[in-house]
């Protein structure tokens, strides 16, 4: 289920980039620069509601619900650590003092050569 909803979340994501990458600013027109014929149309000055403005609009949508969804998924999962699932503590002893040494311990001296 969280494998889906993650594909379908990366391909609306992308879809929406390039929905909104696609469509063109509101000043586009070079009458947009004088203020001619804008506010004279029949949908008023933003025009009619476009195919794109429609997809971008449910992709943003679905996007939302994916994202929703996903934080959901991810705040119901059973959380397991290393911490919880340890055994319990061991009895930890103090290192025990070296053995004191034996014999002589002087190093021993080298042996000449003879020629």
Do not use: W
């Not at 929905?19 to 949908?43: P, R, Y």
């Not at 939302?64 to 930890?92: C, D, G, I, K």
């Amino acid at each position: 289920m969280t494998v889906v909803l993650i594909l379908v979340h990366v391909l609306v994501c992308f879809a929406l980039i390039l929905i909104v990458l696609l469509q063109t600013g509101k000043g586009a027109d070079i009458g947009a620069v004088f203020g001619s014929g804008g506010s004279q149309t029949l949908f008023g000055p933003t025009g009619a509601t476009t195919f794109l403005s429609k997809a971008t609009t449910i992709a943003a949508v679905v996007f939302m619900l994916t994202s929703f969804s996903l934080a959901y998924l991810a705040s119901r999962r059973p959380v397991t650590s290393v911490v919880t699932t340890a055994p319990a503590a061991v009895e930890t002893r103090a290192p025990e003092a070296p053995a004191p040494p034996t014999g002589d311990s002087r190093p021993a001296a080298p042996e000449a050569k003879t020629p």
